[in-house]
Structures are given as structure tokens and as C-alpha cells.
């Protein structure tokens, strides 16, 4: 992914540990939903409305908050630091359907892989996902 940035941003980019938290989790929401539509694509033979409807189960709040607690004791102090200025960070909205406290977790999460992907830090992404796979995935199986 990292020459993919390089493609679209070139290579004189922001230092993303001076961005605003909230556009780390823009960026980091569309990484995250990414992961899970490929897991999903992989693992189905679903029609789009199928893998859609799937897809909403994985990519809410709480299966993000969810998934922020798995991978919460593999974090670096760095990594820690990214995921709490995205938790606590003014958010404009209140979620209609979600915990207030899922959807902050949510937001950290997603400010912390918005950080790793602006990084260029794709197999520190690939090995968090991969934990969070198996967290929101094991949790279909014990339903």
C-alpha cells in the first residue's frame, strides 16, 4: 500500500502524527472497511446486497470497539498514544445507533490505522486486522 500513497500523494506528505485525529479516522475507517469487505468477498459466496448487509455487522461501532479491545494489549506506546487522541477527541455527532463509549473506541481504532496507513506501516495494519479477524469472526461461530 505504501507505493500506492506514494502514487496518490507523491512523496512530500503531512507528518500524519500532526494531523487532527478525526482525519486520521476518516482515513482510517475506509482501511478498516476495506479489510473486512475483502475478508468478506473471501470467505462468502454472497450476492452485493448479501456481502453488504454482512459488511454493516463488521463495520459499526461496536464490532470496531470490539475489535480496538483485542488488539488493545499488542499496541505500542506510540500506537496507544495515536488510538486515545482518537478516542477522546471532540467529536461533532452523537451516534444514533451506538454507545457513545463503542463509538469512541471506534474512533480511536480508526485514527490509529488512518496513522499506521499514512505511515506507510502496512504489515503493523495487516497484523492488528488480523487479530481483530479473528476476534469478530470467532464471534459469528459462538452465536
Not at 463503542?102 to 503493523?124: I, P, T, V
Request: charged share 25%; with cysteine; hydrophobic share 40%.
Amino acid at each position: 500500500m505504501d507505493a500506492m500513497i506514494n502514487r496518490i500523494l507523491g512523496e512530500q506528505r503531512k507528518n500524519p502524527r500532526l494531523m487532527n485525529p478525526l482525519v486520521l479516522a476518516y482515513i482510517g475507517d475506509t482501511v478498516y472497511d476495506l479489510y473486512v469487505r475483502s475478508w468478506l468477498i473471501e470467505g462468502s459466496d454472497a450476492t452485493a446486497h448479501g456481502l453488504h448487509v454482512m459488511a454493516t455487522r463488521k463495520v459499526c461501532a461496536k464490532a470496531q470497539a470490539a475489535g480496538a479491545m483485542a488488539i488493545m494489549e499488542q499496541l505500542t506506546e506510540d500506537e496507544l498514544y495515536i488510538f486515545k487522541r482518537g478516542r477522546n477527541s471532540h467529536m461533532g455527532t452523537v451516534p444514533k445507533h451506538a454507545e457513545m463509549s463503542d463509538y469512541r473506541a471506534a474512533s480511536g481504532l480508526e485514527a490509529l490505522l488512518g496513522y499506521l496507513f499514512l505511515s506507510g506501516e502496512d504489515g503493523r495494519i495487516r497484523e492488528l486486522m488480523d487479530n481483530i479477524k479473528q476476534s469478530l469472526f470467532t464471534e459469528d461461530e459462538e452465536k
